[in-house]
Each structure stands twice: as C-alpha cells, then as structure tokens.
C-alpha cells in the first residue's frame, strides 16, 4: 500500500463548515502531512463564517463562497485579499470559477444540487455525499455525467460499500450479475423506542442517534428512516438495477456498512467502524488506496453482528420511497422537498415528530409527477411540494 496519495489533487469542498466537510478537510490533512499532493482551492459555506475563516487560513485558501451576503460581507472585511463569492448562487460561482480536479459535494438538502451538476457538467470528479442530487435529478445528473465523463464518487458509508464491492464485478451489464443491494441501516435515535412514544417526540429525543455524528437535517432523517429510502434511490441511480432489488436491512452495530448479493451466491461486503473518514478518503484517493486516518476494527472483540428487516408500522418513509421510485419522472423531487419542508418544520418545533412523514405522502399524493429530464422542471417540482406541505402546515397546524 503506498503511503501517499500518486495523483495529485485540486479540490473544492463545498458545505466545508458542515461533518462532512470538517471530515474531509481532516482527510485531507492526514494525506497531505503524509507526502500526497492535495491543494484546497475552494470552499463553500452558508454562513459559519468563523469556521470557515479558520479553515481558509490552516489551507491557505484563495477562492471562498458564503451563501448568506451579510456574513459575506464580514468575511471581505477579515480577508480583503480573498476572492469571495456572495449570495445564493455562491457555491455554484466557486465551481464554475476555480480550477479544480475535484469537487466534495457536501452540501445538505436542494441547495447542493446546483453546484454539484456544475461539477458534473465540467467533468470532474464528483465525491457525492449529496444524496438530494441524485434523488432529485437523478436521470439528468447521470445522464450529464455520462456525456462529460464526471466520476461520480459516492461518500455516503452504504454507497461507498457498494461502490467498492462492486469495482470487481465485470459482468456487462454489470446489473445481470445482482441478486440484490442491501443499504444497512442503524435505525435511528427510536429504533428501540415503543412505537406508541415514537409520534410525540422531541427534536432532542430524535436527535440523539445512537452511532454516527452528523448534522440535524440528517439525523432526523435516520429517526424517520427517509434518510434509507434517498439511499435507495441514490443507489437506483448510482448503480443502475431495479428499485426491486434494493433493500434496507437494519444492522444496530453499523459495522457493515452495506452489501451485495450476486446470482452465483456470493456475498460482498464492506467493513469497518462508524468513522466517515473512510469513504470520504476511499472517494478522495481512489483508485489508489492510502494508508489512513480512520478507525480501524478490533477483530478481537467483532462477535455480535445482528440483522433484521425495518419493521413498517415504525419506518413508514421506505414505502414511500419505493412509491416514488415506482411513480418515477419528479416524485423523488417531491419526496425529497416535502421531507425537506417537514423535517425543518420539527426542528423548528411547529410539527411532531408523528406528522414528518405523513406531510410528505401528503405531498407525493397530490402533486402529479412530471418527466424529469430539466432543471426547471425539476426544481419547480420541488417548490411545489413546499407549498404543498406550507398549504397544508396552516390548514392543520401542529
């Protein structure tokens, strides 16, 4: 294994102040102090500016973009010899502008979307841990790739398992040689929690998820277990085999981070601790492998794996996914801002806990789902099922 990384790297990281982010720049840290040639060229912030100053300083960063033009502007004011880039579109500059060779797309939610198709559209190489990409406009992201010969690199732990399991398999199409996909999941902060104290719960109860340190939007995600139905459809884009095919298993340890099921009866797995560091460096250095910086396993003490289906009745979002999956065009858009919308409302205490997936079915059911293949139809699926949940948020508040 060489101890360095051979090719070098010009890199963006885009949502640098969020885990992903901050995982990343450590990644990136452990690879350049151990002789691999990784320059940070940009990174891109809504408004931690404090941390944002912080990080531009420790790599030496020339190009930044802050969403929020008032932080921005206080930026300018520490760092007049910065290029920074302001307002909503900012991300989308930064990529645009800056010669890179890579792009960490770690941006939650919608927002990363436009930032993370300019990458692709220029040919890069994308580490995704933007799940919203691929379920929103996942044909057009691929589709697009596939003309300007983008990698799309997947961060995500369950993708990065799979991605790896199946750099082996040479079968054209490389989906005849799958049984299955199985997405592992933890199961979130109430996977124990009595089914009838699960409606009523609070953002602190739901953020309180037992393995993996990530931000709100996410761990509510993992409570509700949308977060494995967007993997699902991520994987559906990323992997190319049938929504079918696809499964979500839950795997309390969150040791095997996912796997694959092949027709001759071979099993591929993807093992390791709960440490995002790993896929983050298999997507920053790959195909080279590095010696790195994440935790590594204790065979010692490795004798309880357990696996067993998510039980419906208290994971109610995979049936939706599978739903939107099956309604195909823009309804992984709807899914995907309704779930948005909802989920923000919890954390701003105006829903319960209980409501976050019944407004997103809500959503799916009215909205008629249109063909998927441009941005603005996309994107207006997308406001139309914030209005939806808005609309129906103040005909039945709380």
């Known amino acids: 294994m060489s101890s360095h990384l051979e090719h070098p790297r010009r890199l963006i990281v885009l949502g640098s102040t969020g885990s992903i982010g901050v995982n990343t720049l450590s990644v990136v840290d452990h690879l350049t102090r151990n002789g691999s040639k990784i320059e940070i060229v940009g990174l891109a912030a809504r408004s931690s500016t404090k941390l944002l100053i912080e990080q531009a300083k420790r790599f030496n960063v020339k190009h930044l973009a802050v969403a929020d033009k008032t932080s921005a502007a ?18 989308f500059q930064l990529v645009k ?43 057009l992201v691929t589709r697009k790739a596939a003309e300007s010969g983008a990698a799309l690199l997947p961060v995500d732990s369950e993708h990065s398992a799979i991605f790896q399991c199946l750099a082996g398999v040479h079968e054209q199409p490389r989906s005849k040689a799958i049984r299955r996909i199985v997405l592992t999941a933890s199961g979130g902060a109430f996977r124990d929690r009595p089914l009838d104290e699960i409606p009523n719960a609070t953002p602190e109860d739901a953020l309180k998820h037992p393995t993996w340190d990530m931000g709100p939007k996410v761990t509510i995600d993992a409570a509700t277990m949308m977060n494995k139905g967007l993997e699902m459809i991520e994987a559906y884009w990323l992997f190319g085999v049938p929504a079918d095919k696809i499964q979500p298993l839950i795997h309390p340890q969150s040791l095997v981070h996912s796997f694959v099921e092949l027709v ?30 994440g935790d590594k396993l204790d065979w010692s003490k490795l004798n309880d794996l357990s696996f067993y289906p998510p039980c419906p ?23 995907n801002a309704a779930n948005e919308a909802a989920v923000q409302a919890f954390l701003d205490r105006k829903i319960a806990f ?15 789902p249109q063909s998927a293949d441009h941005l603005t139809t996309i994107l207006d699926a997308d406001q139309a099922a914030r209005s939806c949940v808005a609309d129906e948020l103040q005909a039945t508040p709380g």
């Open 264 to 293: 001759d009866g071979s099993v591929l797995a993807q093992l390791s601790p709960p440490d995002m560091r790993s896929p983050i460096q298999t997507a920053l250095t790959w195909p080279d492998r590095v010696a790195g910086c």
């Open 313 to 335: 009745e208290r994971y109610p979002a995979i049936a939706l996914a599978y739903k939107a999956l099956k309604l195909g065009g823009t309804a992984t858009a709807v899914l």
């Open 97 to 139: 502008h800056v010669k890179c060779t890579d792009v960490a797309a770690a941006i939650v939610g919608i927002a990363g979307l436009l930032p993370t198709l300019a990458a692709v559209e220029l040919g890069l190489r994308v580490h995704l841990s933007n799940k919203e990409s691929l379920v929103a406009a996942g044909e």
């Open 354 to 368: 209980g409501r976050i997936v019944p407004l997103v079915a809500h959503a799916l059911d009215t909205i008629e």
């Open 74 to 91: 206080k930026l300018h004011e520490v760092m007049p010899d910065v290029e920074i880039f302001a307002g909503e579109d900012a991300a």
